[in-house]
């Protein structure tokens, strides 16, 4: 089944402890993003890249890394999370740049 | 730069009822127009695209969005409600963003409309 797939799908954690959200995706596609989610303010899109060791910020990206070492994984890292950090993220693919987006479930995090 | 509005938070229909989820938008080139429905605890998923092929765009469930360049919108719209249309929908749009180094689609958000559909 063609998916695009996000773990974990809740994190808890305090101010300054490193996490990373993994996502990964089976239909090879070259474009993946992240975007974040917060209630009023629709989706804002933290990096996206277009294809693999190419990546670019978005709207939002302070505080956030990602990379793209393989085709089909996307992980995003914040390296010392603050509370203003607590959102839903999504991952999100598609075949190229401005094609239908194919989204992961989401990964509803707060940090304390 | 390119934005986008929904023009209503919250939309509220009875089912077997017209929908119409009203999305106006800004951007200097020719854009692309998605709309994306958000069921409760889902990821997004695509209802309709447009291109530029045709200006009324067909998409899944139902819906459809017409193309208003002179009005710039992008309305979505649906004959008859279904109460398992109720969801948050986001119109999106995409437009070339022109760097010293390239050019590349960053794709903007609406805040979103979230339908209600009483039976």
């Known amino acids: 089944e063609a998916q695009v797939t996000q773990n974990p799908r809740y994190l808890i954690t305090v101010t300054g402890k490193k996490l990373t959200v993994t996502c990964s995706q089976n239909m090879n596609h070259e474009y993946m993003s992240w975007y974040r989610q917060d209630p009023g303010l629709g989706l804002r899109q933290i990096y996206y890249?277009?294809?693999?060791?190419?990546?670019d910020k978005g709207d939002v990206p302070e505080g956030y890394k990602v990379s793209r070492k393989e085709k089909r994984n996307f992980p995003l890292i914040l390296e010392s999370p603050s509370p203003n950090q607590t959102s839903l993220y999504f991952c999100a693919s598609s075949f190229r740049e401005n094609e239908k987006l194919f989204f992961g479930s989401g990964t509803q995090l707060s940090v304390l | 730069a390119q934005s986008v509005t929904q023009l209503d938070s919250h939309v509220s229909v009875s089912e077997g009822t017209p929908v119409l989820l009203r999305c106006n938008y800004s951007?200097?080139?020719?854009?692309?127009l998605f709309w994306y429905v958000q069921h409760p605890n889902k990821g997004l998923q695509l209802l309709l695209k447009y291109t530029s092929a045709a200006t009324l765009v067909k998409g899944i469930n139902g819906f459809e969005a017409e193309f208003k360049k002179s009005e710039t919108s992008f309305h979505l719209t649906k004959p008859s409600a279904h109460m398992s249309d109720a969801a948050e929908y986001f119109c999106v749009v995409s437009d070339l963003d022109i760097s010293p180094t390239g050019g590349s689609y960053i794709p903007t958000f609406g805040r979103g409309t979230s339908l209600i559909v009483h039976p």
């Open positions: 951007s200097s080139y020719s854009p692309s």
């Open positions: 890249s277009m294809n693999v060791e190419v990546t």
